[in-house]
């Protein structure tokens, strides 16, 4: 009973911290690694040990698992080499260094001990990095180097710890051995993740029931890892792998509402593991320094030690990612030139490598009969807590006084209107094709429903001033249209004259068609307050590159629409011969036609803090 408190009052807790973070803008991890501290410190609190078998086999799998399916494994291969110089080069060189560094300060603790803590302390966290970097809006490089140098260093972590205490115990070191170690570890971690995606993959192809391919999902990490680790490879890599894998061909072996129930279903426990695991870092602090009180060194060789471990692993971070500045670059493009990142997304690349729970469990993996042991506990803490709270405060200030480019919303909505466009050209060109016999209008449903679809889409791009889009007229009328629906049947729902099963049945229609109702106001206003344009596509054309940017007047209006009485949404111009007119969302669709009229290809939009241009040929925006 006293334990099933404990976790309500812990989730309960958690979820407290992560609502004030949210109002105060202060990153959730950090405050709850703070507030866990202090509850630590109350007399009414419980002392809560991390035990390693809780975390490496309960927390971690989860938590790769999470991370790796919503990771693109495009990106990921894309960046491979800043992931791997990461992911293994600097966790083994964060090991050597502190490693010497803890042998140097901590009498009587051995090579091999130093060694094993200065693997514990080298992987940065696979949560707390890119929780921090999304909220502080980071560049999605760099978001995306992190989180997947948090996949993997936790597999070079432990193995290079689970070496070196080898090492201690048999007092002796093999070279042949320990090369082996690293490939059965990698490779055997590979294999059982292949495997492990194959037969889901297969398995998945059979099951159209969302439920039973949810549950299924939830088993994949902890069989990913606990087979990797019988055969003596590494879990990580095995669940990683394996989430990769599934995370990328989704769209083929799942349902859609397979996919839906999966991503919200993940995403509610990855939350929840997230914050907690902040939380229990904190909580370690009053019973790490009962024990240090008991050590036979003194505090300010204690003190010390701690911060000067710290402070290593910081340096000698940013030593390696400027060091390993050019191997971190990009491949070489058409033109035979590395293309090398800013020194400012190096840094930030340098300045996030905060560590968490993983290091903490790790520790406690050190033998019970260790010298010092609980002194290379508070070191432990100190990396951890250290980084969270200095790093993780800092990040958001040297990512302003940088001017680091943050994701830019207005390329997003020019991207996804874009991508949409493609996706209904080659639908339209798919439903030519179709042979049919419609004698009730509903291809036309069906085009006019992907044109709606598309207009919401470039709505978005929308920065005129108190002036509401269609979209967003339609979607504040059906919502209040909906609640309205709503009301009535749980009217009568209350009367007891329908089903149950029946009254369910249509509030979950309800429930979908309002999931599905366009609300961008959020992200149309904050596209209003980005002027500068980028190429947001991967691809060009040869109408594009005729008509470059053109310095445009504002204030411009459609005669077209003056003329015929009606009220145009936002304006374009042709490039070609300088016609202003209205854009698709607007009820006469002006722009388009004079494209059909004269065919000229490139239009530019003359909305304020808008340069984009659009080929009506080739469906390309830039």
Request: negative net charge; glycine residues 6%; hydrophobic residues 50%.
């Amino acid at each position: 009973m006293e334990i099933a408190f404990l976790l309500v009052a812990l989730a309960v807790g958690v979820l407290a911290g992560v609502t004030v973070a949210g109002r105060i803008g202060v990153p959730a991890p950090l405050l709850l690694v703070v507030a866990g501290v202090a509850a630590s410190f109350l007399p009414f609190v419980p002392q809560v040990h991390l035990e390693p078998e809780v975390v490496l086999f309960g927390l971690l799998p989860p938590l790769l698992y999470s991370t790796s399916i919503t990771s693109s494994l495009v990106d990921f291969n894309a960046n491979r080499r800043s992931i791997l110089l990461l992911s293994v080069g600097l966790v083994l060189f964060t090991t050597a260094g502190v490693g010497w560094l803890v042998h140097e300060m901590v009498p009587g603790v051995s090579w091999p001990v130093a060694f094993a803590l200065g693997a514990v302390v080298a992987p940065p966290d696979a949560v707390a990095a890119t929780a921090v970097g999304r909220k502080v809006g980071l560049p999605r490089r760099v978001v995306t180097i992190l989180e997947g140098e948090s996949l993997f260093n936790d597999a070079t972590a432990l193995v290079a710890l689970r070496t070196a205490l080898g090492v201690s115990i048999a007092g002796h070191i093999n070279g042949w051995e320990v090369g082996w170690d690293f490939a059965r570890a990698a490779g055997g971690g590979v294999l059982v993740g292949l495997v492990g995606f194959m037969l889901v993959g297969w398995l998945r192809k059979r099951i159209s029931d969302p439920v039973l391919d949810v549950g299924l999902s939830f088993v994949i990490p902890f069989a990913c890892f606990l087979a990797a680790e019988e055969i003596h490879a590494s879990g990580v890599v095995a669940v990683v792998v394996a989430g990769l894998l599934l995370g990328h061909k989704a769209p083929i072996l799942q349902t859609a509402q397979s996919r839906i129930a999966e991503r919200i279903n993940w995403r509610t426990i990855a939350f929840l593991l997230e914050n907690t695991v902040f939380a229990l870092i904190g909580l370690q602090a009053q019973w790490l320094y009962q024990d240090l009180a008991d050590s036979d060194m003194s505090w300010s060789r204690i003190v010390a030690v701690c911060l000067l471990t710290l402070v290593a692993v910081i340096a000698l971070r940013m030593i390696w990612v400027f060091v390993a500045r050019y191997a971190l670059a990009r491949p070489i493009d058409e033109a035979g030139n590395r293309l090398v990142p800013p020194r400012s997304f190096t840094f930030l690349l340098g300045w996030s490598g905060m560590r968490g729970v993983v290091t903490l469990a790790a520790a406690f993996l050190i033998p019970d009969d260790t010298a010092d042991r609980e002194v290379l506990f508070a070191i432990a803490f100190t990396v951890v807590a250290g980084t969270l709270l200095i790093q993780g405060l800092t990040l958001p200030w040297f990512a302003r006084v940088l001017k680091v480019p943050a994701p830019d919303p207005l390329d997003d909505a020019l991207a996804r209107a874009t991508l949409l466009q493609q996706a209904s050209k080659a639908a339209i060109q798919e439903l030519d094709k179709i042979e049919y016999d419609d004698q009730t209008g509903v291809c036309d449903l069906i085009r006019q429903r992907l044109d709606q679809r598309n207009f919401a889409a470039w709505e978005r791009l929308g920065t005129t001033a108190d002036q509401e889009s269609p979209a967003a007229l339609y979607y504040r009328i059906r919502m209040q249209m909906i609640n309205a629906e709503r009301s009535r049947i749980l009217e009568i729902r209350r009367s007891g004259t329908i089903a149950s099963e029946v009254i369910a049945d249509v509030l979950a229609m309800l429930d979908v068609e309002e999931s599905m109702l366009d609300s961008a106001e959020q992200e149309r206003d904050e596209a209003a307050s980005y002027a500068r344009r980028r190429w947001t596509t991967g691809e060009t054309c040869d109408d594009l590159l005729a008509y470059p940017v053109a310095d445009l007047p504002r204030g411009e209006y459609c005669q077209a629409c003056l003329d015929a009485g009606t009220q145009w949404v936002a304006l374009r111009r042709c490039l070609e011969c300088g016609n202003v007119a209205c854009c698709d969302s607007s009820p006469l669709q002006h722009a388009t036609a004079h494209f059909h009229d004269t065919t000229h290809p490139v239009m530019q939009s003359v909305e304020p803090g808008e340069d984009w241009r659009w080929c009506y040929i080739h469906h390309l925006t830039a």
